[in-house]
Structure formats: C-alpha cells, structure tokens
C-alpha cells in the first residue's frame, strides 16, 4: 500500500496551491480518504475528506471555502486544491485513507498514512 503525497511548495499569503496524492495497493472506491495537517508544534488535525463510492465530502471550519477537495477513481489520485492561503495553513500535509465501513469514521481513523508534503505560507 502507498499514499504519495506532492504539489507542496513555498506560497505567499493569498496564493494558491493544488495538492495531489496517488494511491496504490488497495481498492480506491472502498475508501473515505482525505487530507491532515500538521504544524509546528501542533497536533495532526483533519482538514478536508472524500468518500470516493459517492462523492461525498468535508471540511474543517478553518478551510471550507478556500480549499476544495476532489477525486478521480480511475487514475486512484486525490487532490486538494487551496486558495486564499493563510500563513496558519502552513504545515505538513498528508494523505489519509480508511475503509468506508459501517464503525469507520474517516478523520478520526486512518488505516493508512502517506508520507506528507510540506506547505509554507509567507506573510
């Protein structure tokens, strides 16, 4: 199983970056998958997921507007697109994916991990 996260870099307050990760090893369709940050000194906190089987999709308070999260099955990638970025969004993002099942809840269980991807925003 691998989550490869890229499309990381250096961004000015208010730009823009988009986000992708490529998974393999496991049968994308079953999964609720999305992204977590991490900050400096911060725990891990959920920040965007997709529930690949029927396009359903969430958002932290701190992100819903200027992030916007999609899928494509085919390819098995993820992407995570950001505007308006904040210099409080900059962190480590990773990938995250849990088997869509009943008692599984994606955000607050995570089967597997990718290896993260960092993001800086300047002010």
């Known amino acids: 199983v691998q989550l490869v996260e890229s499309g990381g870099g250096l961004v000015q307050a208010g730009g823009s970056l988009r986000l992708s990760c490529i998974a393999s090893?496991?049968?994308?369709?079953?999964?609720?998958i999305g992204w977590f940050r991490q900050a400096p000194g911060k725990e891990r906190e959920a920040v965007s997921g997709i529930t690949t089987s029927n396009g359903n999709t969430w958002y932290s308070d701190s992100v819903r507007g200027r992030f916007s999260i999609s899928a494509d099955n085919v390819k098995n990638k993820l992407y995570l697109s950001m505007n308006n970025l904040k210099p409080d969004d900059t962190g480590v993002y990773y990938c995250?994916?849990?088997?869509?099942?009943?008692?599984?809840?994606?955000?607050?269980?995570?089967?597997?991990w990718g290896q993260g991807t960092q993001v800086t925003v300047s002010s």
């Open positions: 995250g994916a849990v088997l869509d099942a009943p008692g599984r809840s994606w955000g607050t269980e995570v089967d597997y």
């Open positions: 090893g496991f049968i994308f369709d079953d999964y609720a």
